[in-house]
T-cell receptor, first 110, second 115 residues
Framework: SQQGEEDPQALSIQEGENATMNCSYK?????LQWYRQNSGRGLVHLIL?????REKHSGRLRVTLDTSKKSSSLLITASRAADTASYFC??????????FGSGTRLQVQP | GAGVSQSPSNKVTEKGKDVELRCDPI?????LYWYRQSLGQGLEFLIY????????KSGLPSDRFSAERTGGSVSTLTIQRTQQEDSAVYLC?????????????FGSGTQLSVL
């Protein structure tokens, strides 16, 4: 199975609401990254959190990391229709390429 | 170039034919990655290059898949005797290791359809 698993698989919210996505992983990591994918094509890096960090912010994004539970969450505040996309977590274990989870499809209704 | 460039953007082929997918990474990025994404699924790692060498080929699904990289730049992923299950979006990414925490820069992918 995948190193990272996102939850939920799909999420539908109204514009202005907050969206929370979770990621669980299995092995120890150097860092965990979140990416966004529009229309099933190229991914765009959003934010990176190192294994010794617990929380990080970037604009409307807030990422938390709990290494004891091997989990991370991505919070998007005050969502917009343009945030509609698939969101993936990716783990860097230092051994090979980033391992991506299965993604959360976010739909923001205007 | 300004970003990672992949070509073609779409490829339709018949079962049994060979295909070549090209990736032109960001200039100066020494690491290059190939991933595959089936419809509605996550990314499946295929192969990783550091310079022209491939330290990790463990993700290649069969011996019909091969990849090379020349001049530390352009990479080609070749699929021989394509099968319908090879249909997917093939994504290429590059990065510049040595900066500590690497983030990947992705191309727009090649949508491969095997009929």
């Amino acid at each position: 199975s995948q190193q990272g698993e996102e939850d939920p698989q799909a999420l539908s919210i109204q514009e202005g609401e907050n969206a929370t996505m979770n990621c669980s992983y299995k092995t120890s990591i150097n860092n965990l990254q979140w990416y966004r994918q529009n229309s099933g094509r190229g991914l765009v890096h959003l934010i990176l959190i190192r294994s010794n960090e617990r929380e990080k912010h970037s604009g409307r994004l807030r990422v938390t990391l709990d290494t004891s539970k091997k989990s991370s969450s991505l919070l998007i505040t005050a969502s917009r229709a343009a945030d509609t996309a698939s969101y993936f977590c990716a783990t860097d274990t230092g051994r090979r390429a980033l391992t991506f989870g299965s993604g959360t499809r976010l739909q923001v209704q205007p | 170039g300004a970003g990672v460039s992949q070509s073609p953007s779409n490829k339709v082929t018949e079962k049994g034919k060979d295909v070549e997918l090209r990736c032109d990474p960001i200039s100066g990025h020494t690491a290059l990655y190939w991933y595959r994404q089936s419809l509605g699924q996550g990314l499946e790692f295929l192969i990783y290059f550091q310079g022209n060498s491939a330290p990790d080929k463990s993700g290649l699904p069969s011996d019909r898949f091969s990849a090379e990289r020349t001049g530390g730049s352009v990479s080609t992923l070749t699929i021989q005797r394509t099968q319908q299950e090879d249909s997917a979006v093939y994504l290429c990414a590059s990065s510049f290791p040595g900066q500590g925490d690497e983030k990947l820069f992705f191309g727009s992918g090649t949508q491969l359809s095997v009929l």
